[in-house]
């Protein structure tokens, strides 16, 4: 799998809008290119491949040639996590050994679009245990999509970007029966991680399957420390199948099956005794559809999500509780391309339904007192419907991006109790509630020779989740607080700016970029000192706000040098600020960051030395929960070697990371819970080709 922020650049592209007329003008004048577009242009149309306008990253997890793919990465069978987290700009909040939460430009989940495919899904966890990309495995994927701010507009409305996961398909690749079956383990969790997957592919039809199983116990830290309650169980099951109907029409269909079991997470009070996903849908595919149109797409998706969260394995809680949570979404989009003398057309349509419930039900140590029961997310109904729109004008040596989204999302409380619940807080609020979420941008980008110039502004804004808007006594253990959501906050809206700078050569490559969110109705939780706390022992009660306004700041270099044609020097550093409008720190606000790497790679040999590291957290508040993280540093080797085997291959991957057994944890690392120690790992892969 790769991941891949914009079109391949590691910078992202800016947008521009500052009121709402100016988003419906641009989509109005896409709409009137799509329909009738004077031939007359005279702009000169430049090939695409110097015309790179969104800026982002790939990292790629599986392709055909599993081998070469392998010599690629450090460590083959790496969960997601942590393929995710190799990424420059893309960081994960841990609450455990498994099922991190993504982090992108400073903001996680609810700022975030995150698909599968072009696929809406939605956690079922109120503790956020359970993120979108928990539910697929770097098994069935090729990509993942990494788009910053409002370039990320096309996946759904957001603020600070999306990710959009691709599975792999064989996609009418004439190879015919392959396939390949991996083992892996590592020493720190006692790990063991197996997988396979049998595809077949022609002209006319193709399918693959895959299936991977992941089981570890608990991990050691830095030192030898054990980590209890840290040990995970996930198997992951999937598959595509295609069929060519004509010349330039394709029918697909896809299915994945995940679930986990037994996973514990360590800076939490609770665990999770069952995470479970069933996510399909069919899709269609025309090379034309009518005059100049191409490349239509549509699909239809459904998936069904669902938590248990409970605390049966802990020895001493105060008292015993059970937490099951469900996330089912419907939806569709279809996608259409028109290409006009120098303009490149994209228009969208694209929507969804979501029911979101949760409960709690809280069982007293006292034999003959009642247990109580709350809905924690008092099944909550969304429907967001929403048209998105972008044109590409090529210009010699450069091009400009003008993109729209324009969508409308109603909410409402289908359960009595549940409403009747959050009415204590709001007496007069209304069962439904229906938004307008609006996204425009601007994006420029330049070809000088050795150096090209990417630069944008824009504007977007995003409606509360469900936890901000209807969360009923939702306990963080991070700050201590139990948190009440609030269905009466205006949408949070972000202009932005970024800009980036590269300069290529035979041998140098350095990226300077950097991007800054003007943020407003910032929201975030505030205490509420008449409020009293649910949960025994919590500090007190936050009602979520909207802030004035926050600023956010993010700057990154990134250099690559070419030593030999064999050998490669990477390296990364990364600057963050986070500050609302009263100047307190905002939480999750990344120190100083640093990565470097060199790698070998000569025919069927490989190996990398890499480092990474942060410096201490100067900027952060514990108002939020937040203490200081020290300074880091950590080390990872890898040696890689293919063997040739008549006409198939065999894979052996060796590494150790945390080379020096060093003790830390991150300003990610909920309730600081320390990184793994030293861990040996090992991966062999068999394909047959």
């Known amino acids: 799998m790769r991941i891949v922020i914009g079109g391949g650049s590691h910078c992202q592209m800016p947008t521009f809008q500052k009121r709402f007329p100016y988003s419906i003008g641009i989509l109005f004048y896409a709409l009137f290119m799509a329909i009738g577009y004077s031939q007359d242009v005279k702009v000169e149309t430049i090939s695409d491949s110097i015309l790179l306008i969104n800026l982002g990253e790939v990292i790629v997890i599986s392709s055909f040639n599993k081998a070469l793919e392998h010599n690629a990465q450090n460590k083959p069978l790496s969960t997601l996590d942590e393929y995710l987290e190799s990424s420059s700009v893309v960081n994960m909040i841990k609450r455990g050994a498994y099922a991190w939460e993504p982090v992108l430009n400073d903001m996680s989940s609810e700022r975030l679009s995150v698909t599968i495919d072009g696929m809406r899904v939605f956690g079922a966890c109120t503790d956020k245990m359970d993120p979108v990309t928990s539910y697929v495995d770097v098994s069935n994927l090729s990509e993942a999509h990494v788009t910053s701010g409002q370039q990320g507009a096309e996946q759904g409305s957001t603020i600070g970007g999306a990710i959009d996961l691709k599975l792999e398909k064989s996609n009418f690749k004439p190879k015919g029966w392959y396939g390949s079956v991996e083992a892996g383990g590592e020493s720190s969790n006692a790990a063991r991680i197996f997988g396979g997957e049998l595809n077949y592919s022609n002209s006319e039809f193709y399918l693959d399957t895959?299936?991977?199983?992941?089981?570890?116990?608990?991990?050691?830290?830095?030192?030898?420390?054990?980590?209890?309650?840290?040990?995970?169980?996930?198997?992951?099951?999937?598959?595509?199948?295609?069929?060519?109907?004509?010349?330039?029409?394709?029918?697909?269909?896809?299915?994945?099956?995940?679930?986990?079991?037994?996973?514990?997470?360590?800076?939490?009070?609770?665990?999770?005794?069952?995470?479970?996903?069933?996510?399909?849908?069919?899709?269609?595919?025309?090379?034309?559809?009518?005059?100049?149109?191409?490349?239509?797409?549509?699909?239809?998706?459904?998936?069904?999500?669902?938590?248990?969260?409970?605390?049966?394995?802990?020895?001493?809680?105060?008292?015993?509780?059970?937490?099951?949570?469900?996330?089912?979404?419907?939806?569709?989009?279809?996608?259409?391309?028109?290409?006009?003398?120098?303009?490149?057309?994209?228009?969208?349509?694209?929507?969804?339904?979501?029911?979101?419930l949760a409960e709690m039900t809280m069982y007293p140590n006292d034999p003959d007192?009642?247990?109580?029961?709350?809905?924690?997310?008092?099944?909550?109904?969304?429907?967001?419907?929403?048209?998105?729109?972008?044109?590409?004008?090529?210009?010699?040596?450069?091009?400009?991006?003008?993109?729209?989204?324009?969508?409308?999302?109603?909410?409402?409380?289908?359960?009595?109790?549940?409403?009747?619940?959050?009415?204590?807080f709001y007496p007069d609020m209304s069962r439904h509630k229906t938004r307008f979420l609006k996204s425009v941008a601007l994006q420029y980008n330049t070809d000088m020779g050795a150096y090209q110039f990417n630069g944008g502004i824009s504007y977007g804004d995003r409606a509360p989740s469900v936890s901000e808007a209807f969360g009923f006594y939702l306990f963080n253990s991070f700050d201590n607080h139990d948190y009440i959501g609030n269905p009466n906050l205006e949408n949070e809206k972000a202009l932005e700016a970024n800009a980036k700078i590269s300069f290529k050569d035979e041998k140098l490559t350095i990226d300077l970029e950097g991007n800054y969110f003007y943020m407003i109705d910032y929201i975030i939780g505030e205490v509420d000192p008449t409020l009293s706390a649910m949960t025994i022992g919590a500090d007190g009660v936050k009602i979520y706000k909207n802030l004035d306004h926050a600023h956010l700041y993010n700057i990154s270099c990134n250099a690559e040098y070419d030593i030999l044609p064999e050998l490669k020097w990477t390296g990364v550093l990364t600057y963050h600020r986070g500050v609302d409008g009263d100047g307190r720190n905002l939480p999750f606000i990344s120190p100083l960051a640093y990565g470097s790497s060199i790698r070998y790679v000569d025919g069927k040999f490989s190996g990398s030395i890499s480092m990474r590291g942060a410096g201490k957290q100067v900027d952060y508040n514990p108002d939020f929960g937040e203490d200081q993280t020290d300074a880091y540093t950590v080390f990872s080797l890898s040696l890689g070697r293919t063997f040739s085997i008549n006409s198939n291959e065999l894979y052996l991957k060796l590494g150790v990371e945390n080379v020096f057994d060093e003790y830390y944890s991150t300003y990610t690392d909920w309730k600081n819970i320390p990184r793994m120690g030293r861990n040996f790992f090992m991966t062999v892969s068999y394909s047959i080709n």
């Open 210 to 356: 895959d299936i991977i199983y992941r089981k570890a116990d608990n991990y050691t830290a830095g030192g030898g420390g054990e980590i209890e309650y840290s040990q995970f169980e996930k198997y992951n099951v999937s598959a595509n199948v295609g069929f060519r109907v004509s010349d330039d029409r394709k029918l697909t269909a896809t299915f994945i099956f995940d679930e986990a079991r037994d996973v514990g997470y360590p800076a939490l009070p609770m665990d999770v005794s069952l995470a479970q996903a069933y996510i399909g849908s069919v899709g269609w595919f025309q090379d034309t559809l009518f005059g100049s149109f191409t490349d239509w797409e549509t699909k239809l998706y459904a998936n069904k999500v669902t938590h248990v969260m409970d605390d049966s394995k802990r020895p001493d809680v105060p008292i015993r509780m059970d937490m099951p949570g469900w996330s089912d979404t419907y939806g569709y989009f279809s996608r259409v391309n028109l290409r006009q003398g120098a303009h490149r057309l994209l228009l969208k349509l694209d929507g969804y339904y979501n029911r979101s």
């Open 369 to 424: 007192e009642s247990p109580m029961f709350m809905l924690t997310w008092p099944d909550i109904r969304t429907l967001n419907s929403a048209i998105y729109a972008e044109d590409v004008i090529d210009f010699k040596g450069s091009s400009l991006k003008l993109s729209t989204r324009l969508a409308v999302q109603n909410s409402n409380v289908a359960d009595e109790f549940g409403l009747s619940s959050l009415r204590i």
